[in-house]
């Protein structure tokens, strides 16, 4: 993710000459595409007439969530379609994916796909929708028609523009501060802008004072 902003920032424009855009899709249901390798059985819920109160289960024919197989045939079954779509796959990293013809980068995250690229070449990427149920999440840029910022990995991912220069800026998501904030029991708290409590010059002195040292041993050598 820090790779292709950085990308984003810094290179401006593809081989094409085009202006480079960061786009985020989300697929929905994503590990029901997989086809599983073994058998596997689970419990009917009981809404299913089927069930008959438990004494029935199913074999899944798809791969599910909370089996533990499902990531992995996720993951082969969207790496599958897009290097049938020309993009190459990374050596160390299976999640990221290249286009040589296209100039377009790709991170898979579950079921969130990040791209780099110019305008024409990520709408090529709505071709998942073929194969998906997918979900355009925003494309920013530095063009007055792009959005300015987008949600990916729980950060908030914004673009602008720096000293003059073009600027991408990854921000935690307050979310987490919030929860951390109710978890510690403190909604109620007060903030503060220092971080500790204010000490007088006596408290501050007592406890900066050092033990006193030990004498020096006498050595047992007699030279």
Not at 188 to 207: F, H, M, R, T, Y
Request: proline residues 5%.
């Amino acid at each position: 993710m820090r790779l292709l902003c950085s990308l984003w920032a810094t290179k401006q424009r593809s081989i094409h000459g085009e202006r480079l855009k960061l786009g985020l899709w989300d697929i929905s249901r994503a590990r029901f595409y997989g086809t599983p390798k073994r058998r596997i059985f689970i419990e009917l819920p009981s809404e299913e007439p089927r069930a008959e109160g438990g004494k029935m289960c199913g074999l899944l024919q798809k791969s599910m969530y909370g089996t533990q197989d499902a990531p992995n045939k996720w993951q082969s079954h969207y790496s599958g379609i897009l290097i049938e779509g020309g993009y190459k796959r990374g050596k160390s990293n299976a999640s990221v994916f290249y286009h040589p013809q296209h100039n377009v980068r790709v991170m898979v995250h579950g079921d969130d796909f990040l791209a780099l690229g110019d305008q024409k070449h990520l709408s090529e990427l709505e071709d998942l929708r073929k194969s998906y149920e997918l979900k355009c999440l925003g494309v920013i840029g530095d063009q007055p028609q792009d959005k300015k910022e987008i949600h990916f990995l729980n950060r908030l991912v914004r673009c602008g523009e720096n000293e003059g220069r073009p600027a991408a800026w990854i921000e935690p998501d307050r979310r987490h501060v919030d929860l951390l904030i109710q978890s510690f029991g403190m909604t109620n708290a007060k903030g503060v802008e220092s971080p500790d409590v204010k000490k007088s010059a006596d408290q501050q002195a007592l406890e900066t004072r050092s033990p006193l040292l030990r004498k020096p041993r006498q050595s047992s050598d007699p030279q």
